[in-house]
């Protein structure tokens, strides 16, 4: 079983940035892909960035392309999900996410994810 708890969200005007954490336990998630997803109030949930489990470059919704970076530190067990030029459209609970399958070609289904973290809010205003 993986715990993950993320930290970093808060309140930011638009233009400004975030880092957002996910600190695993209870397993290494050195063999895992992970992703970010984020769920805005009325809205389904939606993929943000994906990083494969050997790390290397992400993999973005086209709405973050360019403005978010994820990364990740096998050593510590955890992700990371630096936000710049942030937007009020950004605004959303953003939830990290564990994928043991790490089907790379499913990454931006949330299905495919077996472990979340509870969320940390974010909230970009204008």
């Known amino acids: 079983q993986v715990q993950l708890v993320e930290s970093g969200g808060g309140l930011v005007q638009a233009g400004g940035s975030l880092r957002l954490s996910c600190a695993a336990s209870?397993?290494?998630?050195?063999?895992?892909?992970m992703g970010w997803f984020r769920q805005a109030p009325g809205k389904e949930r939606e993929f943000v960035a994906a990083?494969?489990?050997?790390?290397?470059?992400?993999y973005y919704a086209d709405s973050v392309e360019g403005r978010f970076t994820i990364s990740r530190d096998n050593a510590k067990n955890t992700v990371y999900l630096q936000m710049n030029s942030l937007k009020p459209e950004d605004t959303a609970v953003y939830y990290c996410?564990?994928?043991?399958?790490?089907?790379?070609?499913?990454?931006?289904?949330?299905?495919?994810?077996?472990?979340w973290g509870q969320g940390t809010q974010v909230t970009v205003s204008s």
């Open positions: 209870g397993r290494t998630i050195s063999t895992y892909d």
């Open positions: 990083v494969r489990w050997s790390g290397g470059n992400g």
């Open positions: 996410a564990a994928n043991i399958a790490s089907r790379w070609a499913l990454v931006r289904e949330d299905y495919e994810y077996d472990y």
